[in-house]
């Protein structure tokens, strides 16, 4: 079956950067999307990016794009999201996810309910 363990969060001064890690295993085909989410104390769950395993397209939301970048590691069952010039207002847990079948379209590739597969969540502190 699907599994998805996210690592890497951690304590990080404003403007600094983190790069977290999702190991994703147990896809029966190459079909499938890998999302990023965080929840900040107090908001709803956010979708920030995406990588779609099956073309390679990446998506960011508007509150990350041009900080943060998602791809592929060197391990190939390995998806990071490298996270640069952080502030307070990107403390969050932030979570893997896998889609499986992916979204049908690009509108849809951020939503958290296309996501069926979930790790439990690593914490980002953003605070000097």
């Known amino acids: 079956q699907v599994q998805v363990v996210e690592s890497g969060g951690g304590l990080v001064q404003p403007g600094g950067s983190l790069r977290l890690s999702c190991a994703a295993s147990g896809f029966p085909l190459p079909y499938y999307a890998i999302g990023w989410f965080r929840q900040a104390p107090g908001k709803e769950r956010e979708g920030i990016s995406c990588l779609n395993s099956n073309d390679g397209r990446t998506y960011y939301s508007d509150s990350v794009k041009g900080r943060f970048t998602i791809g592929r590691d060197n391990a190939e069952n390995t998806v990071y999201l490298q996270m640069n010039r952080l502030s307070p207002e990107d403390t969050a847990v932030y979570y893997c996810?896998?889609?499986?079948?992916?979204?049908?379209?690009?509108?849809?590739?951020?939503?958290?309910?296309?996501?069926?597969?979930w790790g439990q969540g690593t914490q980002v502190t953003v605070s000097s």
């Open positions: 996810a896998a889609s499986y079948p992916p979204p049908m379209t690009d509108a849809t590739m951020l939503r958290e309910d296309e996501y069926d597969y």
